[in-house]
């Protein structure tokens, strides 16, 4: 009984301090959020060997219920359009490592959005194919701020949201640095806490 008290006053600790040194902003609509199901009163936890464990693995059923990801890109207001290319690009490197657990997930140069709109117009062909969708749009001037919101295909539903930012020394060097942290993010904060 101690030993399982004290396992989880570790795990509020560590839950605190990691949100602590956050430098996003993060936002889930509480009409989409999934409830967890009710866990028994005792569960017995299974170690695996470092060989045995994989990268990232998803919990939930976020990852059962929107496995099918397309992800597209768009400048905001004042942003050159020269970048999303480059953007996807980086995000797509990433995808391996952060979403592999996912039975699809592409990026979608071709796709037509609307920033300017909220939330943003997405159109591209076989959206249908998809169970999600993640828009990141970028600006630049004081900050150079990255916004992913993920939404469901099938209804328009917002169901996700995170600001990310840097400093504006380097424009293109900084979304590149942020995009490759966007598969993370959706990851992190999307997958693996629903």
């Not at 699809?104 to 997405?122: F, G, L, M, Q, R």
């Not at 293109?172 to 993010?185: C, E, F, G, N, T």
Request: hydrophobic residues 40%.
């Amino acid at each position: 009984m101690k030993k399982t008290i004290m396992v989880l006053l570790v795990a509020c600790l560590v839950g605190a301090v990691g949100c602590a040194g956050s430098s996003a902003r993060t936002e889930t609509t509480p009409e989409t959020s999934i409830a967890p199901e009710a866990a028994p009163a005792e569960k017995s936890v299974a170690v695996e060997t470092p060989a045995e464990q994989k990268p990232y693995p998803m919990q939930g059923t976020r990852a059962a219920k929107y496995g099918r990801l397309a992800i597209v890109c768009a400048p905001g207001t004042g942003a050159d359009a020269k970048y999303v290319p480059m953007i996807l690009g980086k995000i797509a490197e990433s995808v391996p490592r952060y979403l592999s657990a996912l039975p699809k997930v592409n990026t979608i140069p071709d796709a037509s959005v609307d920033a300017s709109t909220s939330p943003p117009t997405v159109r591209f062909t076989n959206i249908n194919d998809y169970d999600a969708i993640a828009v990141v749009t970028y600006t630049y001037g004081p900050m150079v701020l990255m916004d992913i919101n993920l939404f469901d295909a099938k209804t328009g539903q917002k169901l996700w949201f995170q600001q990310i930012h840097a400093k504006p020394d380097d424009i293109q060097d900084r979304l590149v640095k942020l995009a490759r942290i966007v598969p993370h993010r959706i990851n992190k904060y999307f997958y693996r806490r629903g």
